[in-house]
Every structure is written in C-alpha cells, then in structure tokens.
C-alpha cells in the first residue's frame, strides 16, 4: 500500500539507485520500441510515482495469465515490476484467505480511492443471473462493478478478460463477457493473449505508472507498442511467404527447410502480438519458430476462427458437403425447370395453327 | 461489430450462403439449358457435328484478324483479365487452399510475385475496357446497368484481393474480410447476370460450331 | 572528422575494412548513422542512443560492428538490478551498452552518443540521500556503510 513515498525512495532505502530506473526504463524502452528521451522521461516518472496499488481480479479464467506473468524471468531486472506495484489482492498469491482477502481489497480499494488499477484476468459470465462464478458470496459481476468504481484504470489481462476467450466461444453457455463491454466509464487496457505475454503486462503497467495515462491503444484497446505489428509482419519466415514457398505438411521438405506455414493454418497475418519479437521463455523462441502456426490467441474469436489447421484464406466452417447438395438441388431445379420450359414448347406447338391469307383479311 | 467479427462472418455464414447460392445457381441455368435443348434438325448431316463443336469452342477464342487490327490495345486487355482472372483464382496460394476447403484437392501454386503482377496487369487492363466502354458511342448506347454492376463486382474482387495481400488502406484482417465479402457478392450475382458467360460461353459455341459443321460449314 | 577516414588514417586496413562491409551491410549503415549522431553531439550537444536489439541483428553483424567501433580506454561494470556492461568504443563518445537480465541474458543492448552514459552518473536524488546517510552515520558511532548485498533481500 502506498505511504506517499516515491518509488524512488522505497528503493533507495534498500540500497537500489536511480540507475535501476534507468535500466529498467532503456530495457522497457527496447520493448516498447521507445525513443530514447521517452526512455529517461519514464525513469524519472517511475522513481517519482508512489508505489502503485493493484487489485488483481479472477473469474472465468485458468490462472495461465498469473503463472505468466510471475514467470517474467528473473529475480533482478524483469521483475523490478513487481517493486513498483503493491498487489493488494489476488486471490491465489495472496496469503490471506476468506474474509481477511475481501477486507484487503476494500481497504485498498478505500485507501486509494481513484488511484487504484483494476487488473482482471478471466471473462465474466452475466447469463442466468450471472451466478455461473461466485468469489466471497458475491457473483463476478458484482465483485467487478464495486471494484472498478473508485479505480482509475482496468487492465484486462489475457484473451478471456480482453475477448472473452475460451467461455465465449460458441455456444458461449454461461454468456461470458469481456471486460470492455462491462465497463464503460474507466479506460480499459486490453493485453490479450493467452497467455499474455510478461513483458507486455509488465511493460504497459509500467508505462502507467511513470506517466500516469494510458498508452496509446488499437482498436481492440491493446497498447500499440505491443500489438501493433502482426505477427505476420515480423516473423521471419515472412521472405517464404512473399516468394511463395509454403510447407504443406508439418514434416514435409518445405517444413524442414523452415518455409512458411500459412497453408497448415498460422494465424500470423491476422493476429497482432510481439511474439515475433520479444518471444517467449526469456526470449528463447515462440511457436513458428518451434515450427508450428501461429493460433492466434490474442485476436478476438480465438476459439471460433475455424479450427488451427485451416488457412486464414478459407472458409472456416466445412463447405464440401454443403458445395455438393447445393449441387444436386440445382441440377434437380434445372431438370424441373427445362422440362416445364418444354412443356410450354410442345403446348405452344400444338396450339399453332396456320394463318392463311384469309384469316387475316378476316379479321381486319 | 470490428474487422475480426466481420472476418468471422466473412469466413463462416455469408461464405456458406453465397457458395449454396453461387452451386446451385449456375447448375441451375447450365441444367435447364441442356434440358432444353435444341430443336431437332431432320437434315441430313454433311459432316460430323461434335468435332466441329468441340474445336469451335477454342478456335472462337483467338480474335479475328480484321477485329484485331481495329482495336488491338482492347482486345489485349480483355486477354490479360481474363487469363488474370483464370490464375488467381486458380493458381494462387491462398485460393487454393478454398478449393481444397471445397472440393478436398489441391494443387501446387505459382509464384506469388508472377500471380501480384498478373493481379496488377488485370486491373490496369480492366480499367482500359471500362474506358472503352463509356468512350465508345457504340458500346456506350448498349451498355446497361448490369454491364458495369459486374464490372464493379469483378473490378473489386481483383482490388481489395492485392490491398489485402500488400497490407495497405486497411489492417489485413478488415482487407481480408472486405475482400472475401466482394467475392460472396461476386458469387452471388453470377447465376442472375452476365457473368453466367463463364459456363454459357462455350455451350453457345458449341452449339454454333456443331450447326455449322452439320451444314459443312467452316466456323 | 568523418570516423571512417578516421579509422582508415589510424591504421587500419582498408581492404579488411571493405571486405567487412561487404560481410555486414548493416554494420556499415549503423557506423553512418553513428558518424551522423557524433557530428550532431558536437553541434547541438544533442545525444542519441540506437538500440541494437530492435535491429535484425546476426552474430556477424554485431561482431563486425564491433570490430569497425574498436576498444577505448574505459570499461565499466555495474551491479544495478543484475549486471551492466558499459565500454567505450575506439571512438570518443561512442560507447557500446549492455543492459543483462537474469542468467546474464541480454536485457537491452545500445550505442549510446555522449560525453559519458547517464547510468554512470550517481543521480542526485542518490547523492542527497547518501549525503543525509552519511552524516546520520557521523552522529551515531560507529559509522555503517551500506553493503551492496542488501539489495538482493528486496524481493517480493
């Protein structure tokens, strides 16, 4: 909980200077893709901000996000993170349990009144009265509204709390919601993914914390700094692609000599994540690497796209079937149609009769 | 609604209806056509009518000298789209993996830089036969709506297809579902329009050829 | 002076020099915009930093980076939040900065333009701080220095 000392001074009192700041700031600014100046401007915000109190919440989700990003991977740099934030509740770190974990939350909500983030991971299922999920009596509906009341922003961390994810796929039973379309009036951070990437939970929390806003969002509410390249447009494989050189199976030649993957089904052209760049393990790798497609877990519809194996390019529910009953009936309908058309010929035959001079003189 | 939910949709129902619309459509017309058929000719046949059909079918599609020489620069253009037309959608990596979704074959690609300057060569080359078109008296006085609905229809398959594999106006995945859209109303127009020539084209010169052949006429 | 003639004066052998361009273009590009970022440094006092790990960077190229910048006189080790790595290039104002994470891993790596890197600098917040210490510690006897190993029992 925050004392009104600054950053700076808590971890100064620990013997840590200002160039802490400063190499946490040129790391986050590498990430960020930040220009230098933004860079010691962030060192300065960091060491003068008041550590930052943040309640974390869980619903509908798999605790993959937490594993995630308490996995930022070391004990020194990576995790100064977790030296400027005070998380005052998360229900599965934290050592309180029962009544004393609800009281902790709403005495941080209370004494940080307006300050406070809200970080959710995991959807909030609304349908039946929204008792799907229950923490402490109360539905996570509920539990979301008091929290992000007093809060100056929400960040939604992981595919499910930003999209929805794994519960909104269809048929979506408990009609789970994501965050951004229960909370109108606080500014959403979506950092979706799943799970989200540390460094751009870190990265983003970070960022508001030393300037005090909002980074600058996509159009799904994603910080741009670390979804606004797809992954398409920073992999590696990328030359394969635009030369035409696909693998057609997962251990065929063209999968060996690391061709691209886009027929076997990756997500890559349509999934904006850093994956590409900052990867996965401290760096080690990410998934086209290892060889396989991109899933695409950080796009909304994660789940409903058409299964991981089909291209971006084709329909992604099966059509074979539909192509030939369409088929079958049309040439059925044209069979029926061409033999009334020849009805109508031979009546129209039958009817004609030959007019002769005289018929018309006749009428006339 | 954002790009990716239009995606989805592009993806799933609307590509759904239009392929149910664009089978059954067009095996529609092509049936009824044949069920029809031709009114019998008691003649007696100078010679084979089939060969004379089947070879008009190809011969008909290299322009007459005489046509040629007027308007070469037209001709040309309507050449480069159609065959365009041919590998894109035939050819292309992305469209194959369509038709294996359709039909459960695939088969290998060419080039992606050989089908983008295609892609290229088959707008500039339909812009020219629209200028034609709206320049020429002739042509202008029996164009009609449906003439240039077409067009349009085609004309923005063949656009939003290379905005979309170059990433540019738009993000790739609202390009892509844009993209998909213009070829489900491309597909739906088909069985209703002139586009219909596709399949029609080489019925009426068969028919044409064999006629012609029966009478011992070279075609 | 532009560096590159620079280097070519001060004896180092242009045939290698152009064999490695050849090897590396982007070393060569960087070394442009370095000669480019000096040049303003000493105009406007304007320092730069270009980071290395954004770039498309092979082990070639940064070995072939490193061969064209050279050693200088100062090499700086820092034990801030894991280890740093600050050397001074052969070229005054150039120096080549490692920032490492857990396990020695590369955090940030940069080519920092300027008089002398700012992470070198103790901050004066640090410096008021430590003034305040040390004459607290002047009152009471003994004095106490703080040891470097009190920062590692911060964790959460």
Not at chain 1, 76 to 83: G, K, P, R, S
Not at chain 1, 269 to 289: D, E, H, M, R
Not at chain 2, 78 to 91: A, C, R, S, T
Not at chain 2, 96 to 106: L, N, Q
């Amino acid at each position: 909980m925050s004392d009104g000392r600054t950053l700076g001074q808590l971890l100064a009192q620990r013997g840590v200077s200002r160039r802490a700041f400063l190499k946490y700031s040129s790391y986050l600014a590498s990430l960020m893709a930040l220009p230098p100046a933004a860079s010691r401007a962030m060192a300065e915000g960091l060491a003068k901000a008041p550590r930052q109190s943040v309640i974390w919440l869980s619903f509908q989700e798999c605790t993959g996000c937490t594993e995630s990003i308490t996995r930022a991977h070391s004990p020194t740099l990576e995790d100064l993170i977790f030296d400027f934030i005070s998380l005052d509740y998360h229900h599965t770190l934290q050592a309180a349990s029962g009544e004393a974990a609800e009281a902790a939350r709403h005495e941080a909500m209370a004494a940080n009144k307006g300050k406070y983030i809200v970080v959710v991971d995991g959807s909030v299922p609304v349908g039946a009265g929204a008792i799907y999920s229950t923490i402490a009596g109360i539905t996570n509906q509920q539990m979301l509204e008091e929290t992000v009341k007093d809060a100056f922003a929400v960040v939604a961390v992981g595919t499910c709390a930003a999209f929805g994810g794994i519960p909104h796929a269809r048929p979506n039973p408990t009609n789970a919601m994501p965050i951004r379309r229960l909370v109108k009036d606080k500014p959403v951070i979506n950092i979706s993914g799943c799970p989200p990437i540390p460094e751009a939970m870190a990265g983003t929390l970070a960022h508001v914390l030393a300037f005090g806003n909002v980074p600058e969002l996509d159009s799904h509410g994603r910080p741009l700094a670390f979804f606004g390249d797809s992954i398409h447009d920073r992999c590696y494989r990328r030359p394969f692609y635009d030369k035409g050189q696909f693998a057609e199976s997962f251990d065929d030649d063209g999968a060996r000599k690391g061709w691209c993957l886009y027929k076997l089904g990756c997500k890559g052209p349509v999934t904006y994540n850093a994956c590409a760049t900052l990867k996965w393990n401290g760096g080690v790798s990410f998934p086209i690497q290892s060889g396989h497609g991109c899933l695409g877990c950080s796009e909304p519809h994660f789940w409903d796209m058409g299964g991981f194996y089909k291209p971006v390019s084709a329909p992604s529910d099966e059509v074979g079937p539909l192509a030939a009953i369409a088929v079958a009936g049309g040439a059925a309908a044209g069979v029926a149609a061409g033999l009334v058309h020849r009805a109508a010929k031979v009546k129209a035959k039958a009817a004609h009769t030959t007019v002769t001079v005289d018929d018309l003189e006749k009428t006339s | 609604m954002t790009a990716v939910d239009l995606l989805a949709l592009a993806r799933g129902p609307l590509f759904q209806i239009a392929l149910v619309i664009f089978a059954a459509g067009v095996t529609l017309r092509i049936v009824e056509i044949l069920v029809i058929g031709r009114r019998p000719d008691y003649a007696e046949a100078r010679q084979g009518a089939v060969l004379s059909g089947v070879s008009t079918m190809f011969t008909r599609s290299i322009p007459r000298e005489g046509m040629f020489r007027r308007n070469p620069f037209v001709i040309v253009s309507g050449y480069i789209f159609h065959i365009g037309l041919f590998v894109v959608i035939f050819l292309s990596a992305p469209h194959i993996e369509v038709w294996r979704a359709i039909t459960g074959f695939a088969w290998p690609s060419l080039p992606t830089p050989l089908v983008d300057f295609l892609t290229v060569a088959s707008i500039a080359a339909m812009l020219v036969v629209l200028v034609n078109r709206m320049r020429d008296p002739v042509l202008r006085f029996l164009s009609t709506f449906q003439d240039y609905l077409v067009w349009a229809a085609t004309f923005l398959a063949f656009l939003t297809g290379y905005l979309a594999v170059h990433h540019m106006l738009l993000r790739y995945e609202a390009m892509l579902a844009v993209h998909i859209i213009s070829v489900e109303v491309l597909l739906v127009l088909f069985p209703f329009t002139k586009l219909m020539h596709t399949f029609t084209l080489f019925m009426a010169r068969y028919y044409t050829g064999a006629t012609f052949g029966r009478k011992g006429v070279e075609s | 002076m532009d560096p590159l003639e620079h280097a070519a004066l001060s004896g180092t052998d242009e045939a290698a020099m152009a064999a490695k361009a050849e090897d590396s273009p982007l070393a060569m590009a960087l070394l442009r915009e370095i000669s480019a970022a000096l040049a303003d440094y000493l105009e406007t006092g304007e320092t730069a930093v270009i980071d290395l790990k954004s770039l498309p960077m092979l082990d070639a190229d940064r070995d072939a980076l490193a061969d064209l910048l050279g050693e200088g006189e100062v090499t700086a080790t820092l034990n801030v939040a894991g280890e740093s790595e600050v050397r001074e290039t052969g070229y005054a104002g150039v120096w080549w900065v490692r920032h490492f994470g857990a396990d020695r891993k590369l955090a940030a790596e940069q080519i920092e333009i300027t008089a002398v890197p700012e992470i070198l600098l103790a901050h004066r917040d640090d410096i008021a701080a430590a003034a305040d210490r040390l004459a607290a510690s002047l009152k009471t006897d003994p004095p106490e220095p703080m040891t470097t190993l009190d920062r590692d029992t911060h964790h959460v």
